[in-house]
């Protein structure tokens, strides 16, 4: 990635990446529900993805609001 981005464009696509990323991780969460009782391992792993996408969420979070999820 060659493209030189200012601060302003880097907290837009930070920003955007959140959103994709609680976006995801509520789709996950809703697979692996509704695969709970009929496959079991595609339920495993669907939940295994939901917590992926929540520690990008955390990393996120820190970054764009220091310490507010500190507590």
Do not use: Q
């Amino acid at each position: 990635m060659t493209d030189v981005v200012d601060s302003d464009e880097l907290l837009r696509r930070m920003h955007r990446a959140r959103a994709c990323a609680l976006e995801e991780g509520r789709s996950w969460r809703a697979r692996s529900e509704a695969l709970r009782a009929t496959d079991p391992e595609g339920s495993r792993e669907a939940a295994v993805r939901t917590m992926a996408y929540e520690a990008v969420l955390r990393v996120l979070d820190e970054v764009l609001t220091p310490g507010r999820g500190a507590r």
